[in-house]
């Protein structure tokens, strides 16, 4: 079965302030949570949460731990795919997560303690299952702050005038005794998230230059349209800038940048950008630095081949007939790492036509291993 991404995975956030009370715990308004720990002792679950207000965002990974786990509940096991989850948190730290636009059950009811531990009850189609994860940073993973910034400018001065919206979240580290981390990990997430070289490595300064470039951009872009009465209900722009972190453990991170944007038209589009840091030296990774030289002839045809059993095509069949522009895929350099091997990501057009949606293809170490360096930089997940 393909692989697919809904639109809009990063969901807008609909924000209210929390107001604490006697007795309550106190959770930040704004907090970054590395989570931990197991489902139902057959399951071991890694989530990176974001939380802005009452609002939840973020990404988990699940492994089985057991034969009989992988077997009778493989759904679970998705520590290769991009699952995204979304909801909100009460003050009393009580919460509900599900996939972005699900009509179904949540995935995940909870509560969240003083000591920072999340507890409750993990559903899917296999059933429901006890889970408990806490909040951990392990030696190689990172601590981050959350920047946020949301706003509107009117193209005029007039009641039911059109208007250009934004918003924005930002994760940068905490501030180290690390320069790799301090230094090196801020001025790469900033430049990916700006799209420009760093100047000035303050978070919120940044996230409010974006918006009054995008204001100017609405402005000059529409204003003249608007006089003409020409655009219509399409003058009204929207764009959101979203980061979310998929793996952060073992001196290595995986971030994405989610980007959306209308500016009229008959849909918006939206790109997905992944970036793998090596938090010992503070480069981003390369394929390069992964793979034996010589390497992208076998890796094409293994992720051709991997694209074909999504698509149900057997091996004799070309990629065109499920709607590809190609019949071999090339790796690109918009891959991610987690624990279990390495994904490569192809978004709107890059191979296949809007409607087929963003495609992504995950390979386990095991399906690398005649290709990638065995004495290279991953060799902590080779073991």
Same mark, same amino acid.
């Given at each position: 079965?393909?692989?697919?991404?809904?639109?809009?995975?990063?969901?807008?956030?609909?924000?209210? *302030?929390?107001?604490?009370?006697?007795?309550? !715990?106190?959770?930040?308004?704004?907090?970054?949570?590395?989570?931990?720990?197991?489902?139902?002792?057959?399951?071991?679950?890694?989530?990176?949460?974001?939380?802005?207000?009452?609002?939840?965002?973020?990404?988990?990974?699940?492994? *089985?731990? !057991?034969?009989?786990?992988?077997?009778?509940?493989?759904?679970? *096991?998705?520590?290769?795919?991009?699952?995204?989850?979304?909801?909100?948190?009460?003050?009393?730290?009580?919460?509900?997560?599900?996939?972005?636009?699900?009509?179904?059950?949540?995935?995940?009811?909870?509560?969240?303690?003083?000591?920072?531990?999340?507890?409750?009850?993990?559903?899917?189609?296999?059933?429901?299952?006890?889970?408990?994860?806490?909040?951990?940073?392990?030696?190689?993973?990172?601590?981050?702050?959350?920047?946020?910034?949301?706003?509107?400018?009117?193209?005029?001065?007039?009641?039911?005038?059109?208007?250009?919206?934004?918003?924005?979240?930002?994760? !940068?580290?905490?501030?180290?005794?690390?320069?790799?981390?301090?230094?090196?990990?801020?001025?790469?997430?900033?430049?990916?998230?700006?799209?420009?070289?760093?100047?000035?490595?303050?978070?919120?300064?940044?996230?409010?230059?974006?918006?009054?470039?995008?204001?100017?951009?609405?402005?000059?872009?529409?204003?003249?349209?608007?006089?003409?009465?020409?655009?219509?209900?399409?003058?009204?722009?929207?764009?959101?800038?979203?980061?979310?972190?998929?793996?952060?453990?073992?001196?290595?991170?995986?971030?994405?940048?989610?980007?959306?944007?209308?500016?009229?038209?008959?849909?918006?589009?939206?790109?997905?950008?992944?970036?793998?840091?090596?938090?010992?030296?503070?480069?981003?990774? *390369?394929?390069?630095?992964?793979?034996?030289?010589?390497?992208?002839?076998?890796?094409?045809?293994?992720?051709?081949?991997?694209?074909?059993?999504?698509?149900?095509?057997?091996?004799?069949?070309?990629?065109?007939?499920?709607?590809?522009?190609?019949?071999?895929?090339?790796?690109?350099?918009?891959?991610?790492?987690?624990?279990?091997?390495?994904?490569?990501?192809?978004?709107?057009?890059?191979?296949?036509?809007?409607?087929?949606?963003?495609?992504?293809?995950?390979?386990?170490?095991?399906?690398?291993?005649?290709?990638?360096?065995?004495?290279?930089?991953?060799?902590?997940?080779?073991?």
């Amino acid at each position: 079965m393909k692989t697919r991404y809904l639109n809009f995975i990063f969901v807008p956030l609909t924000l209210f *302030a929390i107001k604490s009370t006697v007795g309550q !715990t106190m959770i930040p308004k704004r907090s970054y949570m590395h989570l931990t720990g197991q489902i139902g002792k057959k399951y071991e679950l890694t989530m990176n949460l974001v939380k802005i207000n009452d609002s939840l965002y973020g990404d988990y990974q699940c492994r *089985a731990l !057991t034969t009989d786990a992988n077997e009778n509940s493989s759904s679970l *096991a998705n520590s290769g795919n991009i699952p995204v989850v979304c909801g909100k948190m009460k003050a009393d730290g009580s919460c509900s997560l599900s996939a972005p636009f699900s009509r179904t059950s949540p995935i995940l009811t909870g509560q969240l303690t003083k000591d920072q531990k999340l507890t409750g009850t993990w559903e899917n189609e296999d059933g429901k299952f006890p889970f408990e994860i806490m909040e951990k940073y392990a030696e190689g993973s990172v601590q981050f702050n959350v920047s946020y910034l949301k706003g509107f400018m009117p193209l005029v001065k007039k009641p039911g005038s059109p208007k250009g919206s934004i918003e924005m979240a930002l994760l !940068t580290p905490v501030e180290s005794s690390n320069p790799v981390i301090s230094d090196s990990l801020k001025k790469i997430i900033l430049g990916k998230f700006i799209k420009r070289p760093v100047t000035n490595y303050n978070p919120d300064m940044n996230l409010n230059s974006l918006k009054q470039v995008y204001y100017d951009r609405y402005i000059s872009g529409n204003e003249a349209l608007y006089g003409n009465k020409t655009g219509g209900p399409n003058l009204n722009w929207e764009s959101l800038e979203f980061m979310h972190v998929l793996y952060n453990d073992k001196h290595f991170l995986t971030f994405y940048i989610i980007n959306y944007a209308f500016t009229g038209g008959a849909h918006g589009l939206e790109t997905y950008e992944f970036y793998v840091v090596n938090l010992n030296n503070g480069k981003i990774l *390369a394929l390069d630095d992964i793979f034996h030289e010589g390497y992208e002839k076998e890796l094409t045809m293994t992720i051709t081949r991997k694209f074909k059993n999504l698509n149900s095509l057997k091996p004799v069949q070309q990629l065109t007939k499920a709607g590809f522009f190609t019949d071999e895929v090339k790796p690109n350099d918009n891959f991610y790492l987690t624990s279990e091997g390495i994904g490569f990501f192809y978004n709107h057009y890059e191979i296949a036509p809007y409607a087929s949606s963003p495609n992504s293809c995950f390979l386990t170490f095991s399906e690398l291993k005649t290709m990638i360096k065995q004495d290279g930089v991953l060799q902590p997940f080779l073991k």
